[in-house]
């Protein structure tokens, strides 16, 4: 089971901290149940099912010739997310800090992923954390690509 | 492990024999490695991935929307196939008759699931079997979809 934080920001770390960023581009096809999401990771491409819930709970994630990603695309109008993901290694844990482009520019959000519930990770004095928004459905990239920026 | 027999046939059985059959159209959006697949059955919509081979085999099938059904269709143009299926229980076993529709019209197809490579079941003297199909990757579904009719 994985647990994750994440927190919003109100701007982008500095840019050495942050080094080298990867462009991330996804999109739903179908954002309801099932989730049909394709993704563009750098140079890698990506279709994704996910259905159910609980023990009904379907996960599938394959790569995809640059071709099929280009034909599911045009499909996922209305409901993207572009973004640069940056990892910052610190303090033994891994942040993944997202800067989110096109409608949603100006949205910051950075995670962690954490080995158990009861853990707990001092966000680094780097990150300008506004708040935690772990709990949020709102920041979830599936309703951040349907519905944009949340008027927080 | 599933293991299937697959038998051409010169035409359709009896209609008496076959009841009525449900409408099947499937196509590929691809049908290399990872195979993207979209099926209607009947009233029912289905997405169906599957990749790799050995232990690294995934296989993932979801019902989708009509409305998703819809927007993946055209994207399987040059790739689909579109048949009947009649289902027959004969002597303890069940049978899959398909009649194939547009350009594999005239083409007819039964198929028998057995439990083990070893089961042996007696086709039925109703199906007008030519041959023994089942190692002929020229009958698979996907290839019949984007290569048309074998020249036999």
Same mark, same amino acid.
């Given at each position: ?57 379907? /996960?599938? #994630?394959?790569?995809? @010739? =640059? *071709? ?7 499909? $996922? ?39 158990? /519930?009861? #853990?707990?990770?001092? @966000? =680094? *004095? ?7 928004? $772990? ?18």
């Amino acid at each position: 089971m994985e647990v994750e934080r994440k927190y919003l920001l109100s701007t982008l770390p500095p840019r050495e901290i942050l080094g080298r960023g990867v462009a991330i581009r996804q999109g739903y096809i179908d954002a309801a149940d099932p989730e049909i999401r394709v993704r563009q990771k750098g140079s890698a491409f990506f279709l994704t099912i996910k259905s159910g819930g609980g023990l009904r709970r379907q /996960e599938c #994630e394959v790569q995809i @010739p =640059p *071709a099929t990603f280009e034909k599911l695309w045009p499909l $996922t109008e209305g409901a993207r997310v572009v973004k640069t993901r940056y990892t910052v290694e610190h303090g033994g844990a891994r942040w993944e800090i997202d800067e989110f482009g096109g409608t949603l520019a100006g949205l910051y959000l950075a995670e962690l992923e954490l080995a158990s /519930e009861s #853990e707990t990770v001092a @966000p =680094p *004095a780097f990150l300008p954390i506004v708040r935690d928004v $772990t709990d949020d459905p709102s920041y979830k990239n599936k309703t951040l690509a349907t519905r944009g920026l949340p008027r927080s």
